[in-house]
């Protein structure tokens, strides 16, 4: 059981360059959420889903794009970088109690620097 | 109205100590407060969770206190321990159209040995 894998787990991007960070869990959850993570900022969400085929926008999705075509993955993909992404990226999941999500479970994230 | 705020900003206690972290909140709809554990390149992980009907939970040597009245939730970390040196967040959950987590911005936390 793997939990919740995020690949790369560190990668380096010029500005204006686009890149997909992957996510993929095996836990059957249908909640996925797309983190960043700055110093003194805490865990601000990016985009989420609630089931295959279902996304929406969290609080800072500006420059970000991504689907959900399977309950395993869910894809962030970088339109065109800016130096304001960089930043700690999480990929988390987390199973459904009472129609809400329950005690999310996050990958080891992904370190983005853009230069 | 959809913050959580955290403090300490830092933390630094003696091993053996208690080390106590405090959240507040505005939201009255949240309905879930879990705390989360991160260490050093890795991503954080559940460490314990409270509901609002309830005033305190333990596991082991944490435990969340919970005052509703006041909005206001706080982790203690009994007879802290040097392993538990990590960065703590607080979230609260809570429902605008679909269910989203709100994190605290987190407390460093240094067990001296």
Same mark, same amino acid.
């Given at each position: 059981?793997a939990?919740?894998?995020?690949?790369?787990?560190?990668?380096?991007?010029?500005?204006?360059?686009? %890149?997909?960070?992957?996510?993929?869990?095996? %836990?059957?959850?249908?909640?996925?959420?797309?983190?960043?993570?700055?110093?003194?900022?805490?865990?601000?969400?990016?985009?989420y889903? !609630?089931? +295959?085929?279902? /996304?929406?926008?969290? #609080?800072?999705?500006?420059?970000?794009?991504?689907?959900?075509?399977?309950?395993?993955?869910?894809?962030?993909r970088?339109?065109?970088? +800016?130096?304001?992404?960089?930043? !700690?990226?999480?990929? +988390?999941?987390? #199973?459904? #109690?009472?129609g809400?999500?329950?005690?999310?479970?996050?990958?080891?994230?992904?370190?983005?620097? &853009?230069? | 109205?959809?913050? &959580?705020?955290q403090?300490?900003?830092?933390?630094?206690?003696q091993?053996?100590?208690?080390?106590?972290?405090?959240?507040?909140y505005?939201?009255?709809?949240?309905?879930?407060?879990?705390?989360?554990?991160?260490?050093?390149?890795?991503?954080?992980?559940?460490?314990i969770?409270i509901?609002?009907?309830?005033?305190?939970?333990?596991?082991?040597?944490?435990?969340?206190?919970?005052?509703?009245?006041?909005?206001?939730?706080?982790?203690?970390? %009994?007879?802290?321990?040097?392993?538990?040196?990590?960065?703590?967040?607080? +979230?609260?959950?809570?429902?605008?159209?679909?269910?989203?987590?709100?994190?605290?911005?987190? /407390?460093?936390?240094? &067990?001296?040995?």
């Amino acid at each position: 059981n793997a939990g919740v894998t995020q690949t790369p787990k560190f990668q380096v991007l010029k500005t204006g360059q686009s %890149m997909t960070l992957q996510c993929a869990q095996d %836990m059957n959850h249908e909640y996925m959420s797309w983190y960043r993570q700055d110093p003194g900022m805490g865990l601000r969400l990016i985009h989420y889903s !609630v089931g +295959a085929g279902i /996304t929406d926008q969290g #609080e800072v999705p500006n420059g970000y794009n991504v689907s959900r075509s399977t309950t395993e993955d869910f894809p962030l993909r970088l339109l065109s970088a +800016a130096p304001s992404q960089t930043s !700690v990226y999480f990929c +988390a999941s987390s #199973e459904r #109690e009472g129609g809400a999500p329950h005690g999310y479970t996050f990958g080891s994230g992904t370190r983005l620097t &853009v230069v | 109205q959809q913050q &959580v705020k955290q403090s300490p900003q830092s933390l630094i206690v003696q091993k053996g100590g208690i080390s106590i972290i405090n959240c507040a909140y505005e939201n009255t709809a949240f309905d879930y407060f879990p705390w989360y554990q991160q260490f050093p390149g890795k991503g954080p992980a559940l460490l314990i969770a409270i509901r609002p009907d309830v005033s305190e939970k333990k596991e082991g040597r944490f435990t969340i206190s919970f005052n509703k009245s006041a909005k206001q939730f706080s982790l203690h970390i %009994m007879d802290s321990q040097p392993g538990d040196s990590a960065t703590y967040f607080c +979230a609260a959950r809570g429902f605008s159209g679909t269910y989203k987590y709100i994190f605290g911005t987190g /407390t460093r936390l240094k &067990v001296l040995a």
